[in-house]
């Protein structure tokens, strides 16, 4: 055995080794039938087989085919030389289309020697790849670029070519990439083609065109006419894209920014806006801007056009002008025709003015030539506090000397300042822009070649007032005046119409109106209205002797008298030369007008006329008519009245009624009052009692008392004749006061006699019980001693306290905390709430007679009677009934379960004397 080197020996080894164990692979892939990938020894160690190795290589390689495959480029892989070691499909398709001189698609070829061999177009840009690609492969760099034109005889094509390393581990080799950009390249082209032709379609136009990188919005373009319109240098834009912006309207910074912002997330935009150029004008500038895009669809350009729009907004804001003058000018055209009171007018042309015309505010000032003084009869849209200043200059005579409304009077033609707040003939600048008003006309209203008026307008626009708004409003200025007179015209006709010229009454037609309006009010109201006529006694001969302007002042005079005591002018009219008229519009008692004719007489006649530095007293005489009783029309009440007047002057009446009758009753109306009045003071009025008694026993309950006039000419009168008249003229009240003391006095002596004294009832009257001083009177009267209130009752009707329920409960509260019992009297009558009646603070219920005569004469009138008596029982109310005359009445209600009765069946009225005597007795009453 040769011995050798322990190495070769190694090695010898190694190599029987790795033999035996290819050996033993064999073996395990027989003995497994290639079903097992690995095996383990007996430590638990784990081999793969020869063949598992080689199926996980082979599967590894086709995933990576499979990807290399998938891409759109052209691949080869190099390894660490620059061979070629492997290429994708694409690389095959394109070196099969293309005639590629090498065969097997280059596999096995030095890509490298390729690319350095190369020679002629494409040769310089095939050895920058070459340097590139070494310079990946000994890890220089880690990436590399280049894009290249590779042509074909058919068409122009571009490649980029990348080169990256093929892992981490850089010695292994490198991928290289072969994509087509030709359709890339082709859209840059054509987008430097476009923005070539756009800048010279830019250059020559006045617009200017931009374009901005929708990236890091750097200006690309902008078009010299930048510099024409905005001032600035083109230059400037390009250093700072956003300068521009600076030179923007402080006013419109805000939202031309927001807009612009806008447009660059790839937004159409269209806005305007203003620009302060150095020199201080202002220009109006209009953008429009829309996004460009690739062919992807990615955003790469903004590109725009700025336009000066400042003579459109200027032709713009002209039209908008001329339209809204002409909208304010037809709306109060039509306000002329249609409207015939002046100041409506003024008052409706002003607001057209604010709100059509879109005026910041109108004024019409009206001229007093009398008292020289200037006055504001109609406004809109003025702040109060620049009316007040206004109003100030207008009334200050130094001030107003000095201001445009003056001078547009003085000078007959309009007045107009298109810069208020600098204008030095404007007296309110500082004040007029305060509250936004830049310019003002002030325009004349002529009639009659005499300004009567002015009418101001105040424009929050400086320069509002040129030339054609100024002939509209020139115009309308004097379609106002002419409105003016023409309703000054009408105003005059219409005065004639209705109004007598000399005294300024209404005259016959304006009075017949007005008398049958206060007919309509005096049928919805139930009164009466009179109607008046008076003559002037010997009026023709005063007329005579004074002359027309002597009886003119006389006439005159006559009407301020009239009007001074008829309290308004409206109630009067003159009928005629020497005829006035007087309304009465209501007439709730006929006496009143009998009064109000002898007082006109006493006082017209004691009245001095002064005419010719004379002093006359004259007489008249008057002709009444009432309504309805003499007339159912306005026409008819005036006819009969003239037709009184006519019997008046020839019976030598100082008035008369238009009939006989009514003359008659009045007449004896108005004595009957005089001597009731005297009655009182005469101590002409009695009591006469009548008494009430209880149904089951008979006995004597209380009395009623009841007013009698013991007249010393005729004895006693009915109250039917005097009760009414004591009502009508307010007499009541004294008379009732006199009978509530007149009973509590004859109550108080019956009981200081010893007598059974029983409470009397004191009837109260509507004037009475409305009287808010009532409750008052009646704890005077019982003041007197201790025993008063329990003597006194007072009764009042049902439709008395129906009338007023809500007082008519207040009062009687406190009447009946005094300790005074209260009645309803006349129940049924009155048309009582259930709700009310529960509570009345009363205590008793007096069914009306009528009812009582109902009663048996009906079963309805007997069960009516029965209710009545029912409900009052149920709200724990004592019940007497009233008229009881005969037996079977007295019967009937004992069955009822009446509790009192009062009639004659018992007794009349009786006086004071007879019902102490006959009712009081102590006999009697044991």
Same mark, same amino acid.
Request: proline fraction near 3%; charged fraction near 25%.
């Given at each position: 055995?040769?011995?050798?080197?322990?190495?070769?020996?190694?090695?010898?080894?190694?190599?029987?080794?790795?033999?035996?164990?290819?050996?033993?692979?064999?073996?395990?892939?027989?003995?497994?039938?290639?079903?097992?990938?690995?095996?383990?020894?007996?430590?638990?160690?784990?081999?793969?087989?020869?063949?598992?190795?080689?199926?996980?290589?082979?599967?590894?390689?086709?995933?990576?085919?499979?990807?290399?495959?998938?891409?759109?480029?052209?691949?080869?892989?190099?390894?660490?030389?620059?061979?070629?070691?492997?290429?994708?499909?694409?690389?095959?398709?394109?070196?099969?289309?293309?005639?590629?001189?090498?065969?097997?698609?280059?596999?096995?070829?030095?890509?490298?020697?390729?690319?350095?061999?190369?020679?002629?177009?494409?040769?310089?840009?095939?050895?920058?790849?070459?340097?590139?690609?070494?310079?990946?492969?000994?890890?220089?760099?880690?990436?590399?670029?280049?894009?290249?034109?590779?042509?074909?005889?058919?068409?122009?094509?571009?490649?980029?070519?990348?080169?990256?390393?093929?892992?981490?581990?850089?010695?292994?080799?490198?991928?290289?990439?072969?994509?087509?950009?030709?359709?890339?390249?082709?859209?840059?082209?054509?987008?430097?083609?476009?923005?070539?032709?756009?800048?010279?379609?830019?250059?020559?136009?006045?617009?200017?065109?931009?374009?901005?990188?929708?990236?890091?919005?750097?200006?690309?373009?902008?078009?010299?006419?930048?510099?024409?319109?905005?001032?600035?240098?083109?230059?400037?834009?390009?250093?700072?894209?956003?300068?521009?912006?600076?030179?923007?309207?402080?006013?419109?910074?805000?939202?031309?920014?927001?807009?612009?912002?806008?447009?660059?997330?790839?937004?159409?935009?269209?806005?305007?806006?203003?620009?302060?150029?150095?020199?201080?004008?202002?220009?109006?500038?209009?953008?429009?801007?829309?996004?460009?895009?690739?062919?992807?669809?990615?955003?790469?350009?903004?590109?725009?056009?700025?336009?000066?729009?400042?003579?459109?907004?200027?032709?713009?804001?002209?039209?908008?002008?001329?339209?809204?003058?002409?909208?304010?000018?037809? +709306? #109060?055209?039509?306000? $002329?025709?249609?409207?015939?009171? %002046?100041?409506? &007018?003024?008052?409706? *042309?002003?607001?057209?003015?604010?709100?059509?015309?879109?005026?910041?505010?109108?004024?019409?000032?009206?001229?007093?030539?009398?008292?020289?003084?200037?006055?504001?009869?109609?406004?809109?849209?003025?702040?109060?506090?620049?009316?007040?200043?206004?109003?100030?200059?207008?009334?200050?005579?130094?001030?107003?000397?000095?201001?445009?409304?003056?001078?547009?009077?003085?000078?007959?033609?309009?007045?107009?300042?298109?810069?208020?707040?600098?204008?030095?003939?404007?007296?309110?600048?500082?004040?007029?822009?305060?509250?936004?008003?830049?310019?003002?006309?002030?325009?004349?209203?002529?009639?009659?070649?005499?300004?009567?008026?002015?009418?101001?307008?105040?424009?929050?626009?400086?320069?509002?007032?040129?030339?054609?708004?100024?002939?509209?409003?020139?115009?309308?200025?004097? +379609? #106002?005046?002419?409105? $003016?007179?023409?309703?000054?015209? %009408?105003?005059? &006709?219409?005065?004639? *119409?209705?109004?007598?010229?000399?005294?300024?009454?209404?005259?016959?037609?304006?009075?017949?109106?007005?008398?049958?309006?206060?007919?309509?009010?005096?049928?919805?109201?139930?009164?009466?209205?009179?109607?008046?006529?008076?003559?002037?006694?010997?009026?023709?001969?005063?007329?005579?002797?004074?002359?027309?302007?002597?009886?003119?002042?006389?006439?005159?005079?006559?009407?301020?008298?009239?009007?001074?005591?008829?309290?308004?002018?409206?109630?009067?009219?003159?009928?005629?030369?020497?005829?006035?008229?007087?309304?009465?519009?209501?007439?709730?008692?006929?006496?009143?007008?009998?009064?109000?004719?002898?007082?006109?007489?006493?006082?017209?006649?004691?009245?001095?006329?002064?005419?010719?530095?004379?002093?006359?007293?004259?007489?008249?005489?008057?002709?009444?008519?009432?309504?309805?009783?003499?007339?159912?029309?306005?026409?008819?009440?005036?006819?009969?009245?003239?037709?009184?007047?006519?019997?008046?002057?020839?019976?030598?009446?100082?008035?008369?009624?238009?009939?006989?009758?009514?003359?008659?009753?009045?007449?004896?109306?108005?004595?009957?009052?005089?001597?009731?009045?005297?009655?009182?003071?005469?101590?002409?009025?009695?009591?006469?009692?009548?008494?009430?008694?209880?149904?089951?026993?008979?006995?004597?309950?209380?009395?009623?008392?009841?007013?009698?006039?013991?007249?010393?000419?005729?004895?006693?009168?009915?109250?039917?004749?005097?009760?009414?008249?004591?009502?009508?003229?307010?007499?009541?009240?004294?008379?009732?006061?006199?009978?509530?003391?007149?009973?509590?006095?004859?109550?108080?002596?019956?009981?200081?006699?010893?007598?059974?004294?029983?409470?009397?009832?004191?009837?109260?009257?509507?004037?009475?019980?409305?009287?808010?001083?009532?409750?008052?009177?009646?704890?005077?009267?019982?003041?007197?001693?201790?025993?008063?209130?329990?003597?006194?009752?007072?009764?009042?009707?049902?439709?008395?306290?129906?009338?007023?329920?809500?007082?008519?409960?207040?009062?009687?509260?406190?009447?009946?905390?005094?300790?005074?019992?209260?009645?309803?009297?006349?129940?049924?009558?009155?048309?009582?709430?259930?709700?009310?009646?529960?509570?009345?603070?009363?205590?008793?219920?007096?069914?009306?007679?009528?009812?009582?005569?109902?009663?048996?004469?009906?079963?309805?009138?007997?069960?009516?009677?029965?209710?009545?008596?029912?409900?009052?029982?149920?709200?724990?109310?004592?019940?007497?009934?009233?008229?009881?005359?005969?037996?079977?009445?007295?019967?009937?209600?004992?069955?009822?379960?009446?509790?009192?009765?009062?009639?004659?069946?018992?007794?009349?009225?009786?006086?004071?004397?007879?019902?102490?005597?006959?009712?009081?007795?102590?006999?009697?009453?044991?």
């Amino acid at each position: 055995m040769n011995s050798g080197s322990p190495a070769e020996g190694a090695n010898e080894e190694i190599v029987a080794l790795i033999e035996s164990l290819h050996r033993t692979g064999q073996r395990l892939e027989e003995l497994t039938a290639g079903e097992v990938d690995t095996v383990s020894d007996s430590s638990g160690r784990t081999f793969l087989l020869q063949s598992a190795q080689e199926h996980l290589r082979l599967s590894e390689a086709a995933k990576q085919a499979a990807i290399l495959n998938a891409l759109p480029a052209n691949i080869a892989l190099l390894n660490a030389q620059g061979i070629i070691i492997s290429v994708n499909q694409a690389w095959q398709r394109f070196a099969g289309e293309n005639a590629f001189p090498y065969t097997g698609f280059g596999i096995g070829l030095n890509y490298l020697q390729i690319c350095d061999s190369a020679q002629g177009e494409g040769a310089s840009e095939a050895h920058q790849a070459a340097e590139a690609i070494r310079s990946i492969l000994t890890g220089s760099i880690t990436s590399f670029s280049l894009e290249y034109p590779c042509h074909s005889p058919t068409e122009q094509r571009w490649f980029l070519m990348t080169v990256t390393p093929m892992d981490d581990n850089r010695s292994k080799g490198a991928v290289v990439m072969h994509m087509d950009v030709t359709a890339q390249r082709q859209t840059k082209e054509d987008l430097r083609a476009s923005e070539l032709r756009f800048r010279q379609m830019a250059e020559n136009i006045g617009d200017v065109f931009f374009l901005l990188d929708a990236v890091d919005s750097r200006m690309l373009y902008v078009s010299p006419a930048y510099e024409v319109i905005w001032g600035h240098s083109c230059e400037s834009l390009y250093k700072n894209p956003q300068s521009w912006m600076e030179t923007v309207h402080p006013d419109d910074q805000a939202a031309t920014y927001k807009t612009y912002r806008k447009s660059l997330m790839a937004v159409d935009a269209n806005f305007q806006f203003r620009i302060v150029r150095h020199d201080g004008s202002i220009r109006w500038i209009e953008v429009k801007s829309y996004p460009v895009r690739d062919d992807d669809g990615s955003l790469v350009r903004i590109a725009g056009l700025a336009k000066d729009i400042t003579e459109y907004k200027a032709a713009e804001a002209k039209i908008a002008y001329l339209n809204r003058v002409y909208a304010m000018l037809s +709306d #109060i055209n039509a306000l $002329i025709v249609r409207e015939h009171d %002046r100041d409506n &007018l003024f008052k409706e *042309a002003c607001r057209i003015a604010v709100e059509a015309g879109g005026f910041r505010m109108s004024l019409i000032v009206i001229m007093d030539r009398g008292l020289k003084r200037f006055i504001p009869i109609a406004s809109a849209g003025g702040d109060e506090a620049l009316l007040v200043a206004i109003k100030g200059i207008l009334s200050s005579s130094e001030k107003v000397q000095k201001s445009m409304v003056v001078r547009a009077i003085q000078e007959k033609t309009a007045v107009v300042s298109n810069d208020s707040q600098n204008d030095p003939k404007v007296l309110l600048g500082g004040k007029y822009a305060e509250f936004s008003v830049r310019s003002m006309a002030i325009l004349p209203l002529i009639v009659a070649d005499e300004v009567v008026g002015v009418f101001a307008l105040y424009a929050s626009e400086i320069g509002f007032f040129r030339e054609e708004e100024m002939a509209l409003l020139t115009e309308l200025a004097g +379609d #106002i005046a002419f409105a $003016i007179d023409h309703i000054a015209k %009408r105003e005059r &006709l219409d005065y004639l *119409a209705y109004y007598d010229e000399l005294t300024g009454l209404a005259n016959r037609r304006l009075f017949l109106e007005r008398v049958a309006q206060y007919m309509s009010s005096a049928i919805g109201g139930e009164h009466k209205l009179a109607v008046l006529l008076i003559d002037l006694e010997r009026f023709k001969n005063i007329n005579n002797s004074l002359g027309q302007l002597g009886g003119d002042a006389l006439l005159k005079q006559v009407a301020e008298w009239l009007t001074a005591n008829a309290g308004e002018a409206s109630l009067i009219a003159r009928m005629g030369a020497d005829h006035f008229a007087v309304v009465l519009p209501k007439v709730t008692q006929d006496v009143d007008v009998v009064r109000l004719i002898e007082k006109t007489l006493a006082t017209f006649q004691e009245h001095q006329f002064h005419l010719h530095d004379a002093v006359f007293r004259i007489a008249i005489k008057i002709g009444a008519t009432l309504f309805p009783d003499d007339g159912a029309s306005a026409d008819t009440l005036v006819r009969n009245a003239e037709a009184a007047l006519k019997k008046a002057k020839t019976s030598g009446f100082p008035y008369l009624f238009y009939t006989q009758k009514m003359t008659e009753a009045m007449a004896h109306k108005l004595s009957l009052e005089n001597q009731l009045r005297q009655a009182l003071d005469n101590e002409e009025f009695v009591l006469h009692y009548q008494p009430k008694v209880n149904l089951a026993s008979g006995k004597l309950t209380s009395a009623e008392a009841l007013i009698r006039w013991n007249d010393p000419r005729t004895g006693l009168v009915p109250p039917a004749r005097f009760i009414p008249i004591l009502e009508e003229t307010g007499l009541i009240n004294d008379v009732g006061r006199w009978a509530l003391h007149k009973a509590i006095d004859d109550y108080l002596r019956w009981h200081n006699a010893g007598l059974a004294a029983v409470r009397v009832a004191v009837n109260v009257s509507p004037l009475q019980l409305r009287d808010r001083g009532f409750s008052g009177q009646i704890l005077q009267a019982i003041d007197i001693h201790e025993q008063a209130p329990f003597g006194l009752e007072l009764e009042i009707t049902e439709s008395l306290i129906m009338a007023d329920v809500k007082h008519s409960i207040a009062s009687l509260q406190t009447i009946r905390a005094m300790g005074i019992s209260i009645a309803i009297d006349d129940f049924g009558t009155g048309f009582s709430s259930l709700s009310y009646l529960s509570k009345l603070p009363v205590d008793t219920l007096k069914i009306d007679r009528s009812f009582v005569i109902e009663m048996t004469e009906s079963s309805e009138g007997l069960l009516l009677v029965s209710t009545i008596i029912n409900l009052a029982h149920s709200l724990k109310l004592k019940v007497v009934a009233e008229g009881v005359e005969t037996e079977e009445q007295a019967s009937m209600l004992r069955r009822l379960h009446c509790d009192e009765m009062q009639g004659y069946l018992f007794s009349k009225p009786v006086p004071g004397e007879i019902f102490e005597t006959r009712f009081l007795s102590p006999l009697l009453l044991k």
